[in-house]
């Protein structure tokens, strides 16, 4: 029951019922933010642009408590009523916003910031031993700047991080400027493509950065350099790392040739000096922990996985948490891949296995809608791999990679829904594919 006065809307999203925001859709964030390491102390101004999707008395924005808000402005003016309650700033500007009007909304903040709390851990900023991450897949992105924090909302970005001099500051997206002065560093950053909020991240830390030359086999004249590949990590871990990742450009040129081309202008893996239990994706850029550098490539799946996400999750990304397949599945399946492209079991072995597993587990999810609860379950992973699977046997190979090619470069930078990857599917085979997908997607039974 909602008291009288009070302001509510249906939930964006029923997967995260208090992400995301209606009444607008943003464009651009220009994030201006200050950091200290030592005490943990973040401010910030965030210059959001955005155009109205309606005539509103009022629009949120996604936005921590740990955070507190000392100023906003609307189209310039400091005529505006704001609340901050419940993870959610509220502002009111002096007059109504018409449809299709432009929004252009300041916000000044600061705070400790920390990660939020939810059914899958704690996502957004949190302190290393010596320096920050963000990881805020699902919804922590409000954990350290104020947004509209729902995949659907991709936009531009561009990031400027000051910190202290001694320490490494990156940010989704190329390095367009860099200025110390004192004890202080200002790095910013341009993400010129669109991007989810949960994908933006800043990573600080004692790192040295370093480029990751393409081996010479896969250097041609069609890309005589390869995908610029950099990586950001502790001097002590320089030797492990050029072994454990050794192979990644092979992986690059292995998945631009599977998958299309690589979405974005560069790539960038960061290793903390800190131990993580997984490895995160972000737009741009995978992080991994110091754990994943073992001398052994004893991650090396995992590196496979993240690089995956740069087509699936970051480049096409999904319009509706129920849909976490999407992007789980194929990073799980791009895994099988790059086993079976590099020496390693073939994807038809690594599928029986899984299957196997499977098959002795509890038949309780939906892969096509698997609920809050389980949407980050490895049944998800596996059973979307599987999925995959069955599909590229029905299809035969050359329909199949074509199929991954046409799905990458239709909706390149877009927001994805199951029914259209289905759709997209059903012009490649005169075969009637709603069997597979009723069997896989749509019955909890294991087929």
Excluded at 36 to 44: D, E, F, I, P, T
Excluded at 105 to 114: D, H, I, L, R
Excluded at 237 to 245: A, V
Excluded at 322 to 336: S, V
Aim: proline share 7%; with cysteine.
């Amino acid at each position: 029951m909602v008291k009288p006065g009070k302001f509510y809307e249906e939930p964006i999203d029923p997967y995260l019922p208090s992400a995301g925001n209606r009444g607008y859709r943003v464009s651009r964030y220009e994030l201006d933010l200050t950091y200290k390491v030592a005490s943990n102390r973040l401010a910030g101004k965030a210059s959001i642009t955005a155009a109205s999707t309606e005539i509103r008395p009022r629009f949120a924005f996604d936005l921590s408590q740990s955070l507190a808000v000392s100023k906003v402005t609307v189209n310039g003016s400091r005529s505006v009523k704001y609340t901050h309650q419940n993870g959610k700033l509220t502002v009111t500007p002096a007059h109504k916003i018409p449809a299709g009007g432009a929004v252009s909304v300041t916000v000044q903040y600061a705070g400790t910031p920390k990660p939020i709390r939810g059914p899958w851990g704690e996502v957004g900023w949190e302190e290393l031993t010596e320096g920050a991450i963000v990881a805020s897949q699902p919804n922590g992105a409000a954990s350290w700047f104020p947004c509209d924090d729902h995949p659907s909302a991709k936009a531009s970005y561009q990031i400027s991080i000051t910190t202290d001099s001694p320490y490494y500051a990156l940010a989704n997206g190329v390095l367009v400027r860099k200025q110390t002065r004192a004890s202080q560093t200002t790095w910013v950053y341009e993400q010129s493509e669109p991007m989810a909020s949960y994908l933006a991240t800043i990573q600080i830390g004692p790192y040295e950065r370093r480029r990751m030359a393409p081996e010479r086999h896969l250097v041609s004249a069609q890309a005589p350099l390869g995908v610029p590949m950099h990586a950001v990590l502790p001097q002590r871990l320089r030797t492990p790392f050029e072994h454990d990742f050794g192979r990644q450009p092979e992986m690059m040129e292995t998945f631009v040739r599977l998958f299309g081309p690589y979405p974005f202008a560069d790539y960038t893996v960061v290793v903390t000096d800190d131990e993580l239990e997984i490895p995160i994706e972000a737009q741009g850029m995978s992080v991994f922990g110091a754990n994943h550098c073992d001398g052994r490539r004893g991650s090396e799946r995992l590196v496979a996985h993240e690089l995956a996400h740069q087509w699936f999750g970051n480049s096409l990304t999904l319009g509706a948490w129920r849909d976490i397949w999407l992007h789980e599945g194929f990073a799980c399946y791009a895994e099988w891949l790059w086993s079976e492209n590099s020496g390693g079991p073939s994807a038809q072995e690594i599928a029986a296995q899984a299957h196997r597993n499977l098959s002795g587990l509890p038949y309780d999810l939906l892969l096509g809608d698997p609920g809050p609860r389980l949407m980050f379950d490895d049944r998800v992973y596996k059973r979307g791999a599987l999925t995959l699977h069955a599909l590229r046997e029905v299809l035969g190979d050359d329909a199949f990679f074509d199929l991954l090619r046409q799905w990458t470069a239709k909706y390149r930078h877009a927001t994805v829904t199951t029914e259209e990857f289905t759709d997209l599917a059903a012009h490649f085979t005169d075969r009637p594919l709603r069997p597979l997908w009723d069997a896989w997607l749509w019955n909890k039974t294991l087929p």
